[in-house]
């Protein structure tokens, strides 16, 4: 199997690159933004469980993400790998999810972090918002944040796969084209 943890900062072109690897590779795209909105709206226990955390204003436990991870990974029969957007967002995510990787007798194949600029990011969201409405493009106060937040909070996963011999840097700059080479490049490196 081909598990990709897909990571890099907002802006970065993780959505492009993603459609491309899906397209390329046939992978499950698992987005745990996507799994959690779905659990909420259609009321399951894992998702009434989460609201009510969520309605105190409290982080989710990792252990309800997983588990809802666990059972959108499970709806696959024979998959040929998954591309993990979202998530893991911290070392206990990425423990946790290698752990209910192993129980399922796979294992993530490579981490690929795509590197941009703060600058570049910055360009690319606001140039986003204009096109696609995003509030939380638009305002540079709000931008700043979020690229703030994944460099305390996200960013520390890299030495985790690094630890493991799974971290491929990419240069996140260039064109579409380009940036979608350097990741195939990458990936026969780790297949051949």
């Known amino acids: 199997m081909l598990n990709i943890v897909l990571f890099g900062p907002p802006g970065a072109g993780k959505g492009t690159q993603s459609e491309r690897l899906i397209e390329k590779f046939k992978l499950i795209h ?9 659990n909420l709206k259609n009321e399951t226990s894992l998702g009434e469980l989460a609201r009510t955390y969520m ?20 709806k696959h029969s024979s998959p040929i790998g998954f591309i993990f957007d979202g ?11 290698d752990e209910l990787l192993t129980s399922l007798e796979t294992e993530i194949s490579i981490m690929l972090a795509l590197e ?4 570049e990011l910055k360009k690319r969201l606001l140039a986003r918002a204009e096109q ?18 994944y460099n305390k ?8 796969y ?3 011999n799974k971290f491929t840097s990419i240069q996140g700059t260039g064109s579409i084209d380009e940036i979608t080479q350097r990741i195939f490049n990458a990936l026969e490196n780790i297949q051949a």
Do not use: C, H, W
Request: no cysteine; hydrophobic share 40%; proline share 5%.
């Open 55 to 74: 309605d105190k204003g409290q982080l989710v436990p990792d252990e309800v993400t997983i588990e809802m991870l666990k059972a959108e990974v499970l």
């Open 162 to 164: 690094q630890g493991q």
């Open 30 to 38: 698992l987005s745990t933004g996507d799994i959690f909105r779905a």
């Open 116 to 119: 941009v600029e703060e600058e």
């Open 87 to 97: 998530f893991p967002r911290t070392n206990a995510q990425a423990i946790a999810l």
């Open 153 to 160: 909070d996200t960013a520390p996963v890299k030495t985790y």
């Open 132 to 149: 696609s409405g995003r509030a939380d493009d638009a305002d540079p106060a709000i931008i700043e944040n979020r690229i703030a937040v």
